[in-house]
């Protein structure tokens, strides 16, 4: 698995709230806590409910393409940063 636990702010935003230590997630260094995921390949995940992300997660094969916001002072160089995640889990 990726290793991110998320969340549903009150406004409708996915937050990362926990990063497992050892997983794909933590390894990368691109993902921190408290980020936020506006999109994953191209499709908005805002007002999506989590069991419809969480889904996504266990059953898409290939790279992810994340579309993040940091509020943290790595926004600057994390906005104009492309990068691609693959999981190589099967939960079968």
């Known amino acids: 698995p990726l290793g991110l ?4 702010s009150h406004s409708g935003r996915i937050r990362i709230v926990r990063i ?17 995921i506006f999109e994953i390949n191209g ?3 805002i007002d999506r409910s989590l069991n419809e992300i969480v889904q996504f997660f266990s059953t898409y094969r290939g790279a992810m393409k994340f579309r993040l916001f940091s509020p943290s002072s ?7 940063t492309i990068f691609y995640v693959r999981s190589l ?4």
Do not use: C, K, M, P
């Not at 636990?5 to 549903?8: D, P």
């Not at 790595?74 to 104009?80: A, D, E, G, T």
């Not at 889990?89 to 079968?92: A, E, V």
């Open 5 to 8: 636990t998320i969340t549903r």
């Open 43 to 45: 499709q908005s995940v």
């Open 20 to 36: 497992l230590y050892g997983s794909v997630a933590e390894q990368s260094e691109l993902f921190h806590f408290n980020d936020q």
């Open 74 to 80: 790595r926004q600057s160089f994390r906005r104009s």
């Open 89 to 92: 889990f099967d939960y079968d």
